[in-house]
């Protein structure tokens, strides 16, 4: 769909009163867009990577209490993140988002692709757990579900104040959410995070930076939204549903270290294509993408493993 049209339907969308706004989105999302068939296996492999990651800076998932900012409308990083042997996960979200409906066709896909989703976890997997999770998938039940997997869902919540004590969580992690959280209030969750993580804690996020219009707009490429001054782009894009921060990978660092991180690792790369584009002058960017270098602007995601400051 040219993305201009998508973008005049979220905004339109996100001007009906609550929650008939929220159900019209859901149903055309489950409709026309990225839920009409919805892919376990993508999700599941996030908490294998965030497992990777924490693993490669010294912490095991096995028997750590994670947290996650960010919840959405499905269970899969919890869920998978307890197949790996997580002692317990609190997963908090702003919006009540969550879909029973979702999180119960995921466990069905889970049993009937049990072959495949063991083969993508290996080694990885509590097979006594995924056991435990299949039997849930005939006899669905949300409450159930969240019990059986010692997960906790807060919502509506914001991770930028948790209802929980110092120094209980292992593992604060996020997937494809901190690009739409706007700068301040990111900085106010990562400080949270810093208060909620015990002394071998570990930060965990991926960020996508890419244009997210261009995931379904084959017309455009990556960074084409960073064309635009913020009055502009506010106006075509700034509504609750495609809200998107544009910040980029300096920024982030600039942010992490205001909020007292210190980055472990950073896991990025420029886009080759993107960074050939921009030397030949496209998409012509408007600032300060227009100072900022090429590597930066090309770069398209990251993951940023850190830990508080004090704490290294
Ligand atoms: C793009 S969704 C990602 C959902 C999920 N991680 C996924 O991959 O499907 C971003 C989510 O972050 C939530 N969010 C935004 N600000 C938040 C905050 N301050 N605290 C907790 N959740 C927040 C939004 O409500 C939204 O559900």
Same mark, same amino acid.
């Given at each position: /769909?040219?993305?201009?049209?998508?973008?005049?339907?979220?905004?339109?969308?996100?001007?009906?009163?609550?929650?008939?706004?929220?159900?019209?989105?859901?149903? /055309?999302?489950?409709?026309?867009? $990225?839920?009409?068939?919805?892919?376990?296996? *993508?999700?599941?492999?996030?908490?294998?990577?965030?497992?990777?990651?924490?693993?490669?800076?010294?912490?095991?998932?096995?028997?750590?209490?994670?947290?996650?900012?960010?919840?959405?409308?499905?269970?899969?990083?919890?869920?998978?993140?307890?197949?790996?042997?997580?002692?317990?996960?609190?997963? +908090?979200?702003?919006?009540?988002?969550?879909?029973?409906?979702? +999180?119960?066709?995921?466990?069905?896909?889970?049993? *009937?692709?049990?072959?495949?989703?063991?083969?993508?976890? $290996?080694?990885?997997?509590?097979?006594?757990?995924?056991?435990?999770?299949?039997?849930?998938?005939?006899?669905?039940?949300?409450?159930?579900?969240?019990?059986?997997?010692?997960?906790?869902?807060?919502?509506?919540? @914001?991770?930028?104040?948790? @209802?929980?004590?110092?120094?209980?969580?292992?593992?604060?992690?996020?997937?494809?959410?901190?690009?739409?959280?706007?700068?301040?209030?990111?900085?106010?969750?990562?400080?949270? $995070?810093?208060?909620?993580?015990? *002394?071998?804690?570990?930060?965990?996020?991926?960020?996508?930076?890419?244009?997210?219009?261009?995931?379904?707009?084959?017309?455009?490429?990556?960074?084409?939204?960073?064309?635009?001054?913020?009055?502009?782009?506010?106006?075509?894009?700034?509504?609750?549903?495609?809200?998107?921060?544009?910040?980029?990978?300096?920024?982030?660092?600039?942010?992490?270290?205001?909020?007292?991180?210190? +980055?472990?690792?950073?896991?990025?790369?420029? *886009?080759?294509?993107?960074?050939?584009?921009?030397? @030949?002058?496209?998409?012509?960017?408007?600032?300060?993408?227009?100072?900022?270098?090429?590597?930066?602007?090309?770069?398209?995601?990251?993951?940023?493993?850190?830990?508080?400051?004090?704490?290294?």
């Amino acid at each position: /769909m040219h993305w201009l049209i998508k973008a005049a339907v979220q905004n339109s969308v996100a001007l009906l009163p609550d929650p008939l706004s929220h159900d019209v989105y859901y149903a /055309m999302q489950r409709r026309f867009g $990225g839920l009409r068939s919805i892919e376990v296996e *993508d999700k599941l492999r996030q908490g294998i990577e965030v497992a990777q990651r924490a693993n490669g800076n010294g912490l095991r998932v096995e028997g750590a209490r994670a947290l996650e900012v960010g919840t959405g409308r499905r269970l899969n990083l919890p869920l998978s993140l307890w197949l790996q042997g997580a002692a317990s996960v609190v997963t +908090v979200d702003l919006n009540p988002y969550l879909r029973p409906e979702l +999180v119960h066709e995921d466990l069905r896909q889970i049993r *009937d692709e049990r072959a495949r989703v063991e083969a993508l976890f $290996g080694e990885r997997l509590d097979p006594a757990r995924l056991q435990q999770l299949l039997a849930l998938a005939d006899d669905f039940d949300l409450d159930r579900l969240l019990q059986t997997c010692g997960i906790r869902y807060l919502s509506p919540g @914001d991770a930028a104040s948790v @209802d929980l004590p110092p120094g209980v969580i292992d593992l604060h992690v996020s997937y494809e959410v901190f690009e739409h959280i706007p700068g301040p209030v990111l900085e106010s969750i990562l400080r949270e $995070g810093s208060r909620l993580v015990s *002394d071998r804690g570990l930060l965990v996020h991926y960020i996508d930076f890419s244009d997210h219009f261009s995931h379904s707009d084959p017309g455009i490429g990556p960074i084409n939204f960073l064309r635009f001054g913020e009055p502009a782009y506010k106006l075509l894009a700034g509504n609750r549903y495609m809200y998107m921060n544009r910040l980029r990978l300096d920024d982030f660092r600039a942010l992490y270290a205001r909020a007292g991180q210190r +980055v472990l690792e950073e896991v990025s790369a420029p *886009d080759p294509d993107t960074a050939r584009a921009l030397a @030949d002058g496209q998409p012509p960017l408007a600032p300060p993408f227009a100072d900022k270098p090429h590597e930066i602007v090309s770069t398209l995601n990251a993951w940023l493993v850190s830990r508080p400051r004090a704490a290294s």
